[in-house]
Nanobody, 123 residues
Framework: QVQLVESGGGLVQAGDSLRLSCAAS????????MGWFRQAPGKEREFVAA????????TYADSLKGRFTISRDNAKNTVYLQMNSLDPEDTAVYYC????????????????WGQGTQVTVSS
């Protein structure tokens, strides 16, 4: 089993930056990939970014490339999402999740999920 706890969300203004963290515990951190997803009010959950166990592969939603950066620190069992130039359209609950089955853009392949952290961007 894997337990995931997100942090770092909050209320910011358009143009600001935030860094989300996701701390993992349980199963050995380096045995799985990690992903970030988000869900805005009234919308379906969408893929944001994913990173392989050794950070050798990073994948981003096309619309977020260049503004968001995913990273991980395996010594700290933590994955990060750096978000820059935030826009009100980025307002959502952000979730991290673990993946051992590949197909990192597909949320149905993720095994464990955190409780989410709210990000609100005001205009």
């Amino acid at each position: 089993q894997v337990q995931l706890v997100e942090s770092g969300g909050g209320l910011v203004q358009a143009g600001d930056s935030l860094r989300l963290s996701c701390a993992a515990s349980g199963r050995t951190f380096t045995t799985y990939s990690m992903g970030w997803f988000r869900q805005a009010p009234g919308k379906e959950r969408e893929f944001v970014a994913a990173i392989s166990w050794n950070a050798g592969t990073k994948t981003y939603a096309d619309s977020l490339k260049g503004r968001f950066t995913i990273s991980r620190d395996n010594a700290k069992n933590t994955v990060y999402l750096q978000m820059n130039s935030l826009d009100p359209e980025d307002t959502a609950v952000y979730y991290c999740a673990s993946n051992t089955r590949g197909r990192l853009l597909d949320d149905s392949t993720y095994d464990y999920w955190g409780q989410g952290t709210q990000v609100t961007v005001s205009s």
